[in-house]
DNA sequence: TGCCAGGCCCTCTTTAGGGCCTT
């Protein structure tokens, strides 16, 4: 059983959407709580082999040049390796990190075992009133600290681990007897949106 | 050659379409 505020928070930025379309990673920022708390934090930009068009340059901040001279996806993900191992996992729609980071380590030949869980299907599922989904409007909608950086990958891991960890103590005051495990929200997190009411009810 | 993401989720659904999220 892994208690929901153990976990390596993670958010990648790319040259693109789809690995399976030849995009990679240019950068990748994680931050690592135990107990709740930031006890580590890793940020690296990645030398992708390839130019990175005019868009990602304007959305992320993060320019050629800036890439030139940064280390090679083989280095990163094999420091990335050690810092993650034996934590599962959280991203904001995580499905997109996960598939960068499937990619990226199935292209090093490496691997990890934690499992994912998605602060976006668990907002979707227990944040029903936010005007809408996106890491930026949680943030905001919630309340919850920033320091006004977005779309680089160690402040949005940032902020993705505070929304991560206000949705565990959402989950808390609505659950006061159960430990918030990472398979109780992975659970949430697949439940029909109108069965939502109904499993906070037989649960508790 | 020319095309180009994809998983989730809702609904005017399941013989489908379209919005939401991520870069």
Redesign the pocket.
């Known amino acids: 059983m892994t208690l929901a505020n153990n976990v390596v928070v993670l958010?990648?930025?790319?040259?693109?959407?789809?690995p399976?379309?030849g995009d990679r990673a240019?950068?990748i920022g994680a931050v690592k709580l135990v107990d709740g708390q930031v006890v580590d934090s890793f940020q690296a930009l990645i030398n992708p082999g390839q130019r990175v068009n005019s868009?990602?340059e304007q959305?992320?901040g993060i320019s050629n040049q800036m890439l030139k001279d940064a280390p090679r996806s083989n280095v990163v993900m094999g420091q990335f390796t050690e810092f993650i191992a034996g934590f599962n996992l959280v991203a904001?729609?995580a499905?997109?990190d996960k598939?960068f980071l499937d990619a990226e380590f199935s292209a090093n030949k490496l691997s990890y075992s934690g499992q994912f869980a998605c602060s976006?299907?668990l907002s979707?599922?227990i944040s029903q009133e936010?005007p809408?989904?996106?890491?930026?409007?949680l943030i905001q909608h919630h309340q919850l600290a920033n320091d006004g950086v977005f779309?680089r990958a160690l402040a949005?891991a940032t902020m993705t681990a505070n929304l991560w960890l206000h949705q565990v103590s959402l989950l808390q005051q609505r659950l006061p007897t159960q430990q918030i495990t990472l398979d109780i929200i992975n659970k949430i997190?697949?439940l029909?949106?109108?069965k939502i009411a109904n499993f906070f009810q037989t649960i508790k």
């Open positions: 958010d990648f930025e790319t040259t693109g959407l789809s399976d379309m240019i950068e868009f990602i959305y992320t904001h729609n499905s997109f598939k976006l299907l979707r599922r936010a809408n989904h996106k890491l930026g409007t779309h949005d997190s697949r029909p949106k109108a």
